[in-house]
């Protein structure tokens, strides 16, 4: 017995040596390339004003975007009256800017600017936004505090639908342009493309991967790197990080997506006597719970793991230990995140939304069908089919039909492709350099999964490094997102200018 305890005690010890090793190699790898040395450029100035406006502008521009259906309607006339107050905007607000970018319109509303490099020899780098806002109802317009398309600047905020979603980014891009012109950069190294869809937010067919045709029908066969919306410089969202610091969170890959359907049918019939086993909608009912009850299993994707990685420099113990050593506690960092909130448990396990039931239209008839659609987001590593088969797996007993809606409107996505990051990847190196200079030491750039859909999956095929990242941002201001009073700081929309100019200098000029 003594013999054995020795044994179990030498093999603790061992192990415990072992994850301590690991955490010490990964507290050094992972420390940021920060070069904030006396005299280093952090940006140039902008007048906060000009840029308040030139958004204020655009937002004044109700560019909603309207899926297929609607696009013969009076209402998609208007629509195209509203894109073409954009285009009008872009060019007054920002004159140097098309003067040194070749502009081109693609499927009438959409624009792709080039700025050609002077070495052909690097692949060009792909910043992408988008024109087009989601509508505000007339539920939701009652609860804005300022008109939804008014573009107000009050108290040093500019307020509107589009403010945060993506306008804003529309404008720090072309001001980054202009910004870099001033500086006496005339022509970057590498080419630099900017690619505004019109049709984001209903999923970008017609815009962004009408802008992908027509750069691999210029011959762009490859992209050295994709830059979308996605992440945002925030406080508290990870873990053990003092309250000073910040986390810049970068997308380095995106869920999947599909709507599944579930269906039921069986002899309707007259209220009065209901059938013993229950109707349609009392099948459609059970299946609900019986997914909602039993969620799909907990996991640590790459990203997860690499965003975890890189803040083991900055926590303390026992956090340190044990996100240098995700592939031992692993599993209970994914429990810890389920239950955390929504959004983290989102970053742990493929999720199953109920959006929609319809079954039966008369108060006193049994119908004879009723279903139910959900929406799935996929985490990395997985695939769409897996999806589908568990949930079918979990109401296989109730004798409902399951099938993924994919048509003309519906479409299926698996995640997107994890991309590279680290020291040795020049884009994610030029970006964090490029957050330190815009927002100081004291943030720490990880990757994470993003759990909504962008633009960028119209790009995937054409190169390996895809990051999706944005300013520094407040809880409130990201809820603002699709919702009501959304607005953005005149303070946020200046740094995000700088961002994007430190960016492009670093990577395509420098």
Known sequence: PLGFMAVILALAAVSVSVLYRRTLLLGNDFR????????????????????????????????????????????GDSSSSAFACVHDALFEKFPTAHAVLALTKVAKHSLLYEWKGSDSTLEPLLLVAHIDVVPVSAEQKAMWSHEPFGGEIVDNRVWGRGALDVKDRVVAQLAAVEALVARGV????????????????????????????????????????????????????????????????????????????????????????????????????????????????????????????????????????????THVFGPIVARVFSGKSPKT????????????????????????AAEAWLNVRVLPGEKARDAVSAIRDRVAHLGVEVDAI??????????????????????????????????????????????????????????????????????????????????IGVDTLVDEARLFENFVALYCVD
């Open 186 to 325: 005339r022509q970057p190294k590498r080419t630099v493309y900017l690619a505004y869809g019109h049709d984001e937010e209903v999923m970008g067919y017609r815009g962004a991967g009408a802008i992908a045709k027509e750069l691999k029908r210029r011959g762009v066969a490859r992209l050295a790197c994709v830059v979308d919306e996605g992440g945002a410089v925030v406080k508290g969202a990870l873990p053990g990080l003092a309250k000073h610091m910040e986390y810049a969170a970068v997308g380095t890959s995106e869920k999947g997506y599909l709507n599944v359907r579930l269906r039921s049918t069986m002899a309707g019939g007259h209220a009065a006597w209901p059938p013993a086993q229950g109707s349609p909608v009392t099948a459609i009912g059970r299946a609900l719970a019986a997914i909602h009850e039993n969620p799909l299993p907990l996991r640590l994707t790459p990203p997860v793991v690499a965003m975890l990685e890189r803040a083991v420099p900055f926590v303390s113990e026992p956090l340190r230990t044990i996100f240098a050593n």
């Open 32 to 75: 940021p390339h920060v070069d904030l040395h006396g005299g280093e450029f952090t940006g140039s100035s902008y007048s906060s004003d000009s840029l308040a406006r030139s958004l204020a502008a655009l937002i004044q521009c109700p560019s909603v975007s309207l899926d297929s259906r609607d696009s013969s309607s009076s209402a």
């Open 406 to 487: 994919e048509d003309d409107e519906h479409h299926v996505f698996d995640p997107a492709p994890i991309s590279p990051y680290g020291s040795d990847v020049p884009a994610w190196v030029a970006l964090e350099r490029a957050f330190h200079r815009t927002y100081g030491r004291d943030v720490v750039m990880a990757p994470m999964v993003m759990m909504g859909g962008t633009d960028s999956k119209h790009y995937v095929t054409m190169t390996d490094t895809v990051y999706r990242m944005g300013p520094r941002l407040t809880d409130a201001e990201i809820s603002s997102v699709h919702g009501a009073d959304e607005s």
């Open 345 to 368: 448990a989102a970053m742990v396990r493929t999720t199953i939304a109920a959006t929609k039931v319809l079954g039966g239209d008369r108060s006193n008839v049994v119908p004879a």
